[in-house]
């Protein structure tokens, strides 16, 4: 899809093997990133393979290296996967990409009318959810989408009364403390 693009810190492409390994360098600190499931780097193994298709390719290889950050497994990781698994990647960065192409159509940047606000909280609730993602979003600080599950996280901390509810020490493992 080309709206599914990015750059590869390195790319590079073993002839012997049939493989290309995407390398990304994160430098910062304060978010782990981890390498498994990590759709940055599915869009940009699945480029890479498609770059090289007609040299052969059996494997993607993708690599984060992360030197200031602090993982169990070091600051370099990867993963490997077959072209069998990278053409499943490659279905489900379809799917999605049809999803965003699809809600961006009903999406209106600064809806005047009654009507066009109503449409767009219609389009919030069935476009929008919140999550671990909405960390580096530019609009976090003002989506309603995003308050409401924060709301609702901090209201799990409370009782009806308003009083905080913690679960007894005790009970907790030494992972939960």
């Known amino acids: 899809d080309p ?4 750059t590869g810190d390195e790319i590079i492409y073993d002839e012997a093997a049939q493989s290309v ?3 990304d360098l994160k ?6 990133v981890e390498v498994d499931n990590n759709p940055q780097l599915t869009i940009y193994g699945s480029s890479a393979a498609q770059r090289f298709h007609n040299r052969g390719v059996k494997s993607v290889t993708m690599t984060i290296i992360q030197p200031r950050a602090d993982h169990p497994k070091g600051p370099i990781r990867s993963i490997t996967v077959d072209m069998g698994v990278m053409r499943g990647s490659d279905d489900s960065l379809r799917e999605a990409a049809a999803r965003v192409k699809a809600a961006s159509k009903g999406f209106v940047r600064d809806p005047q009318t009654p009507a066009m606000k109503s449409a767009m909280g219609k389009w919030r609730r069935e476009n929008l959810n919140a999550g671990e993602w909405c960390r580096f979003c530019a609009v976090g600080g003002f989506c309603d989408v995003r308050a409401q599950a924060n709301l609702e996280l901090a209201q799990a901390e409370f009782s009806p009364a308003g009083d905080v509810v913690l679960q007894d020490p005790s009970s907790m493992s030494a992972t939960d403390l």
């Open 3 to 6: 709206d599914l693009w990015g």
């Open 21 to 23: 390994e995407i390398v």
């Open 27 to 32: 430098y910062g600190r304060g978010v782990v």
